[in-house]
């Protein structure tokens, strides 16, 4: 598999990407990597390789630009450019860690959209109790969403889960603020009778509240409450940690109490670690576009490509074209 990345998106760039690069070649052995970035910055950290190549440039998307106007006037950007190597054939897959917006935009007009997908959609693993995450999607790819939209997204959320977390029969939920089924808007009543007429395994409503339990293993909702609820989850789980360090801290007895308690903590945290997941896949491409998280490091951006490499390798667009065609043609019928 080739990867394009961008190595000067994201907080930590370029140190972060590359250590992580370097992860992943160390890891997959047919994995080679196209470098898009400032050449100098690059090789300050990454050693000459036959499975690198590095394409230089000098400019950047900053997290600020406009998404659209910073996609058509910065052509020779390295989120772009990196894109640019998908659409021309020369690799894979894409991943940035850079402006969430830019990617969208440059996935939808560079890769493009396949066809019979009605909106792409943004979409992250999100930890669970238990460890084994759930698929939230949208995030954010669209604010407003129709019910066909909404059960297409069910639909590539449970080919994801199939061939990447190879789980036998996803359990798809749709976000609500109740769990009987005529709970909710009128959009949410539409895409519930979609969801149960499918051959989808459809386990009805599911509240916010219930996510982090593994209520489902796929969460489809609009990107506009998609979004609050991973702001939320994220939120909730920075400021926990830091009212947890600032009271085990607070007094001799609590450092020998946490001191003691260390391993326990540190398995907690990595239950609740999104850089364990990977990053947010653009589903409804015609090839994987991956957003990683905009604060990721090197562990972080190795979970993306993970993911990315796995979607390749689980033909998982080819499948979601498979899963589209076939529906559209039971609609026919």
Excluded: W
């Excluded at 940035?96 to 990617?103: D, E, I, K, Q």
């Excluded at 001191?259 to 409804?284: C, I, N, T, W």
Aim: charge should be negative; aromatic fraction near 6%.
């Amino acid at each position: 598999m080739k990867l394009a990345v961008d190595a000067m998106g994201g907080d930590h760039a370029p140190e972060s990407v590359l250590y992580g690069c370097k992860e992943a070649l160390n890891t997959y052995k047919d994995l080679s990597i196209i470098l898009v970035g400032d050449e100098s910055k690059i090789k300050a950290y990454m050693e000459p390789s036959d499975r690198v190549e590095i394409i230089h440039t000098d400019v950047q998307i900053e997290a600020e630009d406009s998404p659209v106007k910073a996609v058509r006037r910065k052509k020779d950007s390295s989120m772009v450019l990196a894109v640019q190597q998908v659409k021309e054939g020369n690799a894979d897959a894409a991943i940035s860690a850079g402006n969430t917006g830019a990617l969208m935009t440059a996935g939808l007009l560079i890769v493009g959209r396949m066809k019979g997908i009605e909106r792409p959609a943004l979409s992250p693993m999100l930890p669970t109790l238990g460890g084994d995450g759930f698929l939230l999607l949208d995030v954010g790819a669209n604010m407003e969403a129709k019910a066909s939209h909404l059960f297409q997204y069910a639909l590539m959320g449970d080919v994801y889960m199939k061939k990447v977390r190879k789980v036998e029969k996803p359990r798809i939920g749709l976000l609500n603020v109740g769990t009987e089924a005529g709970k909710g808007t009128e959009l949410t009543k539409e895409v519930y009778a979609l969801l149960e007429n499918s051959n989808m395994e459809f386990v009805g409503n599911v509240e916010a509240r219930d996510l982090l339990e593994g209520a489902a293993d796929v969460v489809v909702c609009d990107g506009f409450s998609g979004n609050l609820v991973l702001k939320s989850i994220e939120g909730t789980a920075l400021s926990l940690f830091s009212l947890l360090k600032e009271e085990l801290t607070s007094s001799v007895k609590n450092k020998l109490a946490a001191g003691v308690l260390k391993p326990s903590f540190k398995r907690v945290k990595q239950k609740m670690d999104y850089s364990e997941y990977g990053g947010a896949g653009l589903f409804g491409l015609n090839a994987p576009v991956i957003k990683a998280h905009g604060s990721s490091d090197e562990r972080a951006f190795f979970s993306a490509i993970k993911q990315a490499k796995l979607m390749h390798d689980e033909k998982v667009a080819e499948t979601i074209k498979q899963e589209i065609v076939a529906y559209e043609s039971e609609k026919e019928m």
